[in-house]
């Protein structure tokens, strides 16, 4: 009732809340949510993922929003949840796919208008499609996401610095490290903020031992390569199509972007990433 877990054999590779976790009692009841992945962890059970962090309690694990949005002549945010004008939820389970050396889940989401006269109006329907496999040792999880209009009116994605596919970080990893955050160009944070990497690696110590997780956007997404939004201190990242120019998403025109997450314990180079990035195994269904 509270989620879907994907185990390899006894150990957590990650979990999906259909329901707000016990963490969501803890704050303003405006930062609860559904429809995210969290914990994500290591093959050795290291969580590389962040909840309800007391600097961002609106950061959810792995997670999807955009941020500065227009539809029907109103202004939802979808990002930042304090602001009450929209809301992200999951809605209905679509498959479990389990055993074998693949398995998920699809999941259905549905994104709401909190300013609307009349009550919450649904804006999208939001599809996202999990797959898990261990590859050499490492975590492999695929997530494709489908964004169609749930009426007949669009929504505008604003130009904006900030909004997308993200990652949240423990905050274990609040503290400065040189490398927390890396581009494939072998930029840092500062460097590497808005601009459009093939890939992004957030890493560092946990419980003693390196762990990390890489973000490799899918070469098809639209307006690829996306830029990147890099927390200057905080650990998280987000791909951002926006950032130069605003978007529509019309009805009858889905929004679909695919992102593979590897997940690691100790190091990985950018050769084991890039092979990776070139599809070391698929996961599609």
Same mark, same amino acid.
């Given at each position: ?61 792995? =997670? @999807? ?5 227009? =539809? ?9 949840? +304090? ?135 899918? +070469? ?18 987000? =791909? ?6 605003? @978007? ?38």
């Amino acid at each position: 009732e509270e989620g879907i877990e994907v185990r390899n054999g006894e150990a957590l590779v990650l979990r999906y809340r259909k329901t707000p976790s016990a963490d969501a009692a803890k704050n303003d009841p405006l930062y609860g949510r559904t429809g995210y992945i969290h914990p994500l962890c290591t093959p050795s059970g290291k969580v590389v993922t962040g909840d309800y962090e007391p600097d961002h309690p609106h950061q959810h694990g792995l =997670f @999807f929003a955009w941020t500065k949005t227009t =539809f029907d002549g109103r202004t939802p945010e979808f990002w930042n949840q +304090k602001q009450g004008s929209g809301r992200i939820s999951y809605v209905r389970t679509l498959a479990i796919h389990s055993g074998g050396e693949i398995c998920g889940f699809d999941v259905m989401h549905r994104y709401e208008d909190l300013t609307a006269a009349g009550g919450a109006e649904a804006v999208l329907e939001e599809i996202w499609e999990v797959r898990a496999a261990l590859v050499e040792g490492r975590y492999q999880i695929d997530l494709h996401l489908v964004q169609r209009c749930a009426g007949n009116k669009p929504l505008t994605i604003e130009r904006y610095h900030y909004g997308g596919m993200a990652i949240r970080g423990p905050s274990s990893w609040l503290g400065e490290e040189p490398d927390r955050i890396v581009t494939s160009e072998g930029n840092n944070r500062i460097a590497g903020n808005h601009s459009r990497p093939a890939w992004v690696k957030m890493s560092g110590e946990i419980e003693g031992s390196r762990c990390g997780v890489v973000a490799i956007p899918g +070469k098809d997404n639209f307006r690829a390569p996306q830029w990147v939004r890099l927390h200057p201190s905080k650990p998280y990242f987000v =791909f951002s199509p926006m950032v130069e120019a605003p @978007f529509l998403i019309h009805p009858g025109t889905p929004y679909d972007s695919r992102f593979r997450f590897l997940v690691y314990d100790g190091e990985v180079g950018s050769e084991v990433i890039q092979s990776f990035a070139e599809g070391k195994r698929e996961t599609k269904p």
